[in-house]
């Protein structure tokens, strides 16, 4: 079985998604579980995490709506409000028996014009709420906010955190300038416990041509750092489908894994993601 740990669904016709402008025209539409059930047909996905994709609670009201293969959702509060615990509980109180869990929560950090937002004294102490309610925290970020989220994760060392799309690396511009920056910045994160890493989204930063650039050992660098009990694989669909359809993406990363051994990739493709984000029972705030 594999627990694909990241992918959206989304109704640009029920809300406006600021980054939704020509250049990802070919998505711009309805993406609903219909879709999803259709994207993973004749794979070995079973189950999925939803996440949100824009600054709205409204938007993962409704991911909380949605049926299997979804069972859990990174979804959005403000952190910089007063009422964060009280945002939190409204949105666990959504939960439906049967249905998906709120399991996590993200901010488009690598959107918001201050690279530092995620050290803001407001976005912390947001983010302790979280780590008190037993909640993961989702990482979006590239090389411009990487500060910012160390000093986040040093802050609230009880908390737990996924970076997203292995912190977004550039390899449609790979060099070896690229791959040093990287990897430094991969190793930094690496090296503090409470950080888990998603192998997803490198077919999206590795652009048009992604299949002449080295989209497999970014793969493989990403496991090598945080190791495979750290390690989650995502697909980012529909996002990945302006480089490749669902199954070309999902066999990227199992061929790019092929050398793990049996475990290891079971930790990659089910256990860590199941651990981190549906393990505990949902949290009550």
């Known amino acids: 079985m594999i627990l694909d740990a990241h992918h959206h669904l989304w109704d640009p016709s029920d809300r406006t998604y ?16 219909d879709d999803l059930r259709a994207a993973i047909a004749g794979t070995d996905v079973t189950a999925t995490i939803a996440v949100q994709a824009v600054h709205d609670p409204a938007e993962t009201a409704w991911l909380l709506t949605q049926p299997s293969p979804v ?11 007063p009422d964060v615990v009280q945002q939190l509980a409204a949105l666990v109180d959504l939960q439906q028996p049967g249905g ?13 014009p201050d690279p530092d937002w995620l050290g803001r004294d ?9 780590a008190a309610a037993g909640m993961p925290f989702d990482l979006l970020i590239r090389n411009r906010e990487h500060a910012a989220a160390v000093s986040l994760v040093d802050a609230v060392p009880d908390g737990v955190f996924v970076l ?12 070896t300038d690229v791959q040093i920056a990287w990897r430094a910045r991969m190793d ?42 750290r390690s989650l694989f995502g697909s980012d669909w529909p996002v990945s ?21 049996h475990d290891e990739r079971e930790a990659v493709f089910h256990r860590t993601a199941e651990r981190v984000y549906l393990a505990d029972p949902a949290p009550q705030t």
Request: aromatic share 6%; hydrophobic share 45%.
């Open 71 to 81: 069972v859990g959702v990174v979804g959005w509060v403000d952190l910089t409000a």
């Open 18 to 33: 600021p980054w939704m402008d020509d250049s990802v025209a070919p998505i711009r539409r309805r993406f609903d579980t």
């Open 188 to 229: 930094d994160l690496a090296a503090r416990p409470n950080v888990l890493c998603k192998v997803s989204g490198l077919v999206t930063e590795a652009g048009p041509d992604w299949q002449d650039r080295p989209v497999a050992r970014y793969a493989r660098e990403a496991v090598e750092a945080f190791g495979p009990d």
């Open 122 to 130: 407001d976005v912390v102490a947001g983010v302790r709420v979280l």
């Open 241 to 261: 489908t302006l480089q490749a359809d669902y199954r070309t993406v999902l066999a990227t990363a199992t061929d790019a894994l092929a050398d793990l051994s």
């Open 100 to 112: 998906p869990r709120l399991v996590g929560i993200r901010h488009l950090a690598h959107d918001e």
């Open 164 to 175: 997203d799309h292995a912190g977004k690396p550039d390899i449609a511009h790979d060099d």
